[in-house]
């Protein structure tokens, strides 16, 4: 619906809004606004999968807080770091990385840059993969993967294929860009990127919205 650059803008301004809150029951109302919007957008189970990994870091990072500020002090910055993960989690999932990467050139950023950010972020899920299949072709051999002490030793039977595989997911890349001209100048994109009214009026309404909110605030 909107350019890819407006999606950009409209998450730095709400990442801004969200770490420069305040109140505890604003920060409340911040997290479950994003929560019914992923509701709306139907991207729940990945949103779960995701708090799995985001939970046990927040926790970890409230906890930290909490012993050097006290206990309140350390469930705001869990719940600040938890609304702050969930924003960019919303802009990844209404973002391709390929559209993330044309709007970053689109405001400056260098093409090789963009390029190499969008392609990790592309292969997190295939090295994510390819570290499951690892796992469970080394647990049918009798291998023990279960995380502590005890297994500290059957890692290397998990880390070295998992690094030959990535190495040669990256030279594979590297033959497939130099095969279709990636260091050739004035490169053209199959897709043209420009922002429309509702764009503009999203992004002037975002500013409005919350410049008003922090003058509200003020007063």
């Given at each position: 619906?909107?350019?890819p650059?407006?999606?950009?803008?409209?998450?730095?301004?709400?990442?801004?809004?969200?770490?420069?809150?305040?109140?505890?029951?604003?920060?409340?109302?911040?997290?479950?606004?994003l929560?019914?919007?992923?509701?709306?957008?139907?991207?729940?189970?990945?949103?779960?999968?995701?708090?799995?990994?985001?939970?046990?870091?927040a926790?970890?990072?409230?906890?930290?807080?909490?012993?050097?500020?006290?206990?309140?002090?350390?469930?705001?910055?869990?719940?600040?770091?938890?609304?702050?993960?969930?924003?960019?989690?919303?802009?990844?999932?209404?973002?391709?990385?390929?559209?993330?990467?044309?709007?970053?050139?689109?405001?400056?950023?260098?093409?090789?840059?963009?390029?190499?950010?969008?392609?990790?972020?592309?292969?997190?899920?295939?090295?994510?993969?390819?570290?499951g299949?690892?796992?469970?072709?080394?647990?049918?051999?009798?291998?023990?993967?279960?995380?502590?002490?005890a297994?500290?030793?059957?890692?290397?039977?998990?880390?070295?294929?998992?690094?030959?595989?990535?190495?040669?997911l990256?030279?594979?890349l590297?033959?497939?860009?130099?095969?279709?001209?990636?260091?050739r100048?004035?490169?053209?994109?199959?897709?043209?990127?420009?922002?429309?009214?509702?764009?503009?009026?999203?992004?002037?309404g975002?500013?409005?919205?919350?410049?008003?909110?922090?003058?509200?605030l003020?007063?």
């Amino acid at each position: 619906m909107f350019d890819p650059r407006t999606k950009l803008i409209l998450t730095f301004l709400l990442t801004f809004f969200v770490a420069t809150t305040r109140p505890v029951s604003l920060l409340i109302g911040q997290w479950l606004f994003l929560v019914l919007f992923i509701f709306a957008l139907k991207q729940t189970r990945a949103w779960l999968r995701w708090l799995r990994l985001v939970i046990p870091m927040a926790l970890f990072f409230g906890l930290v807080t909490g012993w050097a500020a006290g206990p309140a002090a350390g469930g705001f910055a869990a719940l600040k770091l938890l609304t702050l993960t969930t924003v960019f989690f919303l802009f990844f999932s209404v973002t391709s990385p390929e559209d993330m990467a044309n709007a970053l050139i689109k405001i400056g950023l260098p093409y090789t840059v963009a390029f190499v950010f969008s392609t990790a972020m592309q292969f997190v899920p295939v090295i994510g993969r390819k570290a499951g299949d690892i796992l469970d072709a080394q647990r049918v051999r009798g291998l023990s993967m279960a995380p502590g002490w005890a297994s500290l030793r059957q890692y290397p039977a998990f880390l070295v294929p998992l690094l030959i595989q990535s190495f040669q997911l990256a030279e594979e890349l590297a033959e497939a860009m130099e095969a279709r001209g990636f260091s050739r100048k004035n490169r053209t994109f199959y897709k043209t990127y420009r922002l429309q009214l509702r764009d503009w009026i999203a992004i002037v309404g975002a500013i409005l919205l919350l410049t008003g909110f922090y003058i509200w605030l003020s007063g």
